[in-house]
T-cell receptor, first 113, second 114 residues
């Protein structure tokens, strides 16, 4: 079936460095993509989203890149901080206008002080 | 503005029992989605309600059901609990008018089946 997957299960980065978390998706009909951050004991927290008519979107210290040709999504975190340590999920919203988000398996980001 | 509230936070049930979980969405949000999160399967979509109607359903057995009330609060029920139902159950609310709504998640209900 359709799925969203992540390339790296764990990513360790030095504090202050930039982090890049990658994600592959398989549903070419998906038109909305979201990155979530989940800290231990908490629900997922929205970070940034992007629609399929865009290639890049920037937020505060975060950038999402979408490559529809190869069905690839990435999240870039600039100047990674200890508070960025969490599990990051990419997700796609199946078209149809309703909330039916499909999540990837997640990447654990560990920030080394 | 209050966030998404899920109750209870923790629950222990015996195999074969049934359980009801509650979710209160952000005021003004009409869409409530439910997800199951396990270490092995990750986050999986259960169902989504909008204005008391189920609009979408994931691939879960009929033991999993839900409903939404006129005030947008939602409940999900799991009957005849199995050990494999142990998971973190998350609900998310959004405005629900389009497919591009940002969804806000609650803290989840940790269900343990023994």
């Amino acid at each position: 079936g359709e799925s969203v997957g992540l390339h790296l299960p764990t990513l360790s980065v030095q504090e202050g460095d930039n982090s890049i978390i990658n994600c592959a998706y398989s549903n070419s009909a998906s038109d909305y993509f979201i990155w979530y951050k989940q800290e231990s004991g908490k629900g997922p927290q929205f970070i940034i989203d992007i629609r399929s008519n865009m290639d890049k979107r920037q937020g505060q210290r975060v950038t999402v890149l979408l490559n529809k040709t190869v069905k690839h999504l990435s999240l870039q975190i600039a100047a990674t901080q200890p508070g960025d340590s969490a599990v990051y999920f990419c997700a796609e919203n199946i078209s149809g206008g309703y909330q039916k988000v499909t999540f990837g398996t997640g990447t654990k980001l560990q920030v080394i002080p | 503005k209050a966030g998404v509230t899920q109750t209870p936070r923790y629950l222990i049930k015996t195999r074969g029992q049934q359980v009801t979980l509650s979710c209160s969405p952000i005021s003004g949000h009409r869409s409530v989605s439910w997800y199951q999160q396990t270490p092995g399967q990750g986050l999986q979509f259960l169902f989504e309600y909008f204005s008391e109607t189920q609009r979408n359903k994931g691939n879960f057995p009929g033991r999993f059901s839900g409903r939404q009330f006129s005030n947008s609060r939602s409940e999900m029920n799991v009957s005849t609990l199995e050990l494999g139902d142990s998971a973190l159950y998350l609900c998310a609310s959004s405005l629900g008018e389009t497919g591009f709504d940002e969804a806000f998640f609650g803290q989840g209900t940790r269900l343990t089946v023994v």
